[in-house]
């Protein structure tokens, strides 16, 4: 756990996301959660030294953001209004006895709090379309929808601490999933972050960073995306793309205990951008 700012901490080493919370004169309020059940319930007792938790932000519903929401029972979860949806679909994988069986492996400790009677799953209950701004004692919180990664994208905003928390809007230094992201979507999120005035970026994953950094992001979405614009210009099925060598775009190693996953990572992130940039090609234009 790191101290980023005044009153903002967050977690860079956890297996999944960036948890992070900020204190308030007035309570607590946490931006993602820890993956591991046994990881969130230790959080949980950290954060409630500063007070209360008055809201978790979900920035996004990759299950490594969202799977600690249980383990904060009563905390009103805030998200982008396409969270709902996305959260509903994740529970059964989330409960499933799969679930159960593969942590008996990697993680132990977590599993007699998997599907446990005190932490059923903990839907987003305050949405909102394009932003949503929430005061809390002296501070400002700024959910901001940048759609990029997924859809219902997320950037949390705290203007008194200088701190802004992109979800996997930005991979800092470690690989970039574009397994279901628009990318087009996601470069003009870049420039948007890039706008905030920001002294810390807590990325979804990898090393807090600062805006210096956007940048170097946004040229890694646009070497895959022009790597597999050349599989298609080539004439290739997606079958075909997903059968050469995976493009060397992205010159960070995947983290966050995933490196078993990288070249399934290389592969969904080509079949998405093959799909979506023929459906770019082949979209009707406006006259
Ligand atoms: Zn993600």
Redesign the pocket.
């Known amino acids: 756990m790191r101290r980023v700012s005044d009153n903002v901490y967050a977690e860079f080493y956890y297996w999944g996301?960036n948890p992070g919370y900020l204190v308030t004169d007035d309570g607590v309020v946490m931006i993602d959660t820890p993956q591991q059940p046994i990881d969130a319930v230790r959080w949980r007792e950290r954060l409630l030294e500063h007070g209360p938790i008055r809201y978790l932000i979900n920035t996004?519903p990759?299950t490594?953001?969202i799977s600690g929401n249980a383990y904060f029972p009563g905390v009103e979860v805030v998200g982008q209004v396409g969270l709902q949806q996305r959260y509903q679909q994740a529970v059964p994988q989330l409960t499933s006895p799969e679930r159960v069986e593969r942590m008996q492996e990697t993680d132990p400790d977590s599993v007699w709090l998997l599907n446990h009677p005190s932490y059923p799953p903990n839907p987003p209950a305050r949405t909102f379309d394009a932003s949503l701004t929430l005061t809390l004692g002296r501070h400002t919180i700024e959910c901001l929808h940048l759609p990029g990664?997924?859809a219902p994208q997320t950037a949390v905003w705290l203007p008194e601490e200088g701190v802004l928390f992109t979800?996997?809007n930005i991979f800092c230094r470690c690989k970039t999933?574009i397994q279901e992201g628009d990318p087009w979507q996601w470069l003009a999120a870049l420039q948007r972050i890039a706008a905030i005035d920001a002294a810390v970026i807590v990325p979804?994953h990898g090393e807090p960073c600062d805006r210096g950094y956007v940048q170097e992001q946004a040229q890694i979405i646009e070497a895959w995306v022009g790597a597999v614009e050349d599989f298609v210009r080539r004439g290739m099925t997606e079958e075909e793309a997903l059968a050469q060598p995976a493009p060397a775009v992205d010159p960070y190693p995947i983290g966050q205990r995933l490196f078993a996953a990288s070249a399934r990572v290389d592969a969904l992130n080509v079949g998405n951008l093959y799909r979506r940039i023929v459906a770019r090609r082949d979209a009707p234009r406006p006259a």
């Open positions: 996301c996004e990759h490594d953001h990664h997924t979800g996997d999933f979804g």
